[in-house]
């Protein structure tokens, strides 16, 4: 969209798509073989390449994350309460309730805005069957305490890591933590196959029952031992993926320096605060988020609306919080007086544009917006 000033709009992200023509070789393969789903030759292809990539050894690819988190909860058999974070989006609470399991909602840390694991343990009840963190904007979580936690308490760590495609921790894919870690392949993440998810299983024998679990239940065409979903993808999405998967690292690269530039210009801004890396992270720049001080010379949300006035459409990631969602706000965890991080954090980000076509003088009309 252009406006009469010839600027275009801007928005906080953009899917990365492969030339068109370097598609279609793809989709030729699909119309000749006629497998268009069920595990078809790009479903299996994919699945290893990205094992591959990420530096796992067992991954499920499904046709979403939240049919993914869903699944991963029943081939766990989770039950009862789940503790997770408030400061996510609503599909992590979403698939506690579509399996009839209570969200109860810990507090965050103020500097990396992940589940905060000092709060853990004082939420945990006889009913707690496991903890489900976010590693949010894909900054990592404090992996060794809360498996500690989990370890301590015999509770199952799910990761909900719809954020950190690629993001390694300390020399190892960050995705190898805990039980399982669910990943995210929507339009709008930095690896997409335009919708898709995949679940990052230990061993080979989960990986099975999970591929059972998202078709149906069907072992073969008469056996069917689970009650499954359709979560499968699509033979279109994987063949996409593959291609995707040859840019990654440019992806990756192109945002890097983006996340750089905005560090390098904003710094020195009163009232703004820059998210840093965590120590001993090779980061993928998923998000680029801010602070809105109270010094700043506006508000948060005056600053939102400024920057909307000029067409460029930041979010405020993650506000409102999900314990502020009606079918949330009545459980004793979203208490506003239990998540007072939280809350503070909600009400003072702003995610700005962030993806590899965002060219230089984008870049600078949001940055002399936020400057001036």
């Known amino acids: 969209m252009k406006k009469a000033d010839g600027n275009s709009s801007i928005y906080v992200t953009q899917p990365v798509l492969p030339p068109l023509e370097e598609f279609m070789p793809y989709l030729e393969k699909i119309w000749a073989n006629k497998i268009l789903t069920n595990s078809g030759p790009f479903h299996h292809e994919l699945e290893q390449a990205l094992c591959d990539y990420l530096g796992v050894k067992h991954l499920c690819l499904f046709a979403n994350a939240t049919i993914a988190l869903i699944t991963a909860l029943q081939s766990l058999r989770i039950n009862g309460e789940v503790i997770t974070t408030p400061y996510s989006f609503v599909a992590t609470a979403h698939s506690l309730l579509w399996n009839g399991i209570k969200p109860v909602f810990v507090d965050i840390d103020p500097l990396t805005f992940n589940l905060d694991p000092g709060k853990i343990e004082a939420a945990i009840t006889p009913q707690t069957s496991a903890i489900m963190p976010v590693h949010c904007y894909g900054r990592p979580c404090d992996v060794d305490r809360i498996q500690k936690i989990a370890?301590?308490?015999?509770?199952?760590?799910?990761?909900?890591?719809?954020?950190?495609?690629?993001?390694?921790?300390?020399?190892?894919?960050?995705?190898?933590?805990?039980?399982?870690?669910?990943?995210?392949?929507?339009?709008?993440?930095?690896?997409?196959?335009?919708?898709?998810?995949?679940?990052?299983?230990?061993?080979?024998?989960?990986?099975?029952?999970?591929?059972?679990?998202?078709?149906?239940?069907?072992?073969?065409?008469?056996?069917?031992?689970?009650?499954?979903?359709?979560?499968?993808?699509?033979?279109?999405?994987?063949?996409?993926?593959?291609?995707?998967?040859?840019?990654?690292?440019?992806?990756?690269?192109?945002?890097?320096?983006?996340?750089?530039?905005?560090?390098?210009?904003?710094?020195?801004?009163?009232?703004?605060?820059?998210?840093?890396?965590?120590?001993?992270?090779?980061?993928?720049?998923?998000?680029?988020?801010?602070?809105?001080?109270?010094?700043?010379?506006m508000s948060r949300d005056a600053l939102f609306q400024k920057l909307r006035e000029h067409e460029i459409y930041a979010r405020r990631y993650f506000y409102p919080l999900i314990s502020d969602f009606p079918m949330y706000r009545g459980l004793v965890s979203a208490a506003h007086s239990n998540l007072p991080v939280a809350r503070e954090i909600a009400s003072k980000v702003i995610c700005l544009p962030i993806y590899p076509g965002l060219s230089e003088e984008e870049l600078d009309r949001v940055i002399d917006l936020i400057v001036c």
């Not at 078709?215 to 499968?232: H, L, M, Q, R, S």
């Open 151 to 297: 370890d301590n308490y015999g509770l199952k760590l799910i990761y909900d890591a719809a954020h950190a495609f690629g993001v390694q921790y300390r020399g190892d894919s960050l995705l190898n933590c805990g039980d399982m870690s669910i990943l995210s392949f929507h339009a709008t993440k930095v690896f997409n196959t335009f919708e898709g998810g995949a679940i990052v299983c230990p061993d080979l024998k989960t990986k099975q029952h999970i591929d059972h679990l998202k078709n149906f239940g069907f072992v073969d065409e008469v056996t069917v031992v689970a009650p499954g979903i359709n979560g499968k993808m699509s033979e279109f999405n994987a063949a996409l993926g593959l291609l995707q998967l040859k840019e990654i690292d440019a992806v990756l690269e192109a945002r890097q320096k983006i996340a750089t530039q905005y560090r390098q210009k904003l710094e020195n801004v009163s009232g703004i605060t820059c998210i840093h890396d965590i120590a001993d992270t090779k980061p993928n720049n998923s998000y680029f988020p801010i602070l809105v001080e109270a010094d700043y010379v």
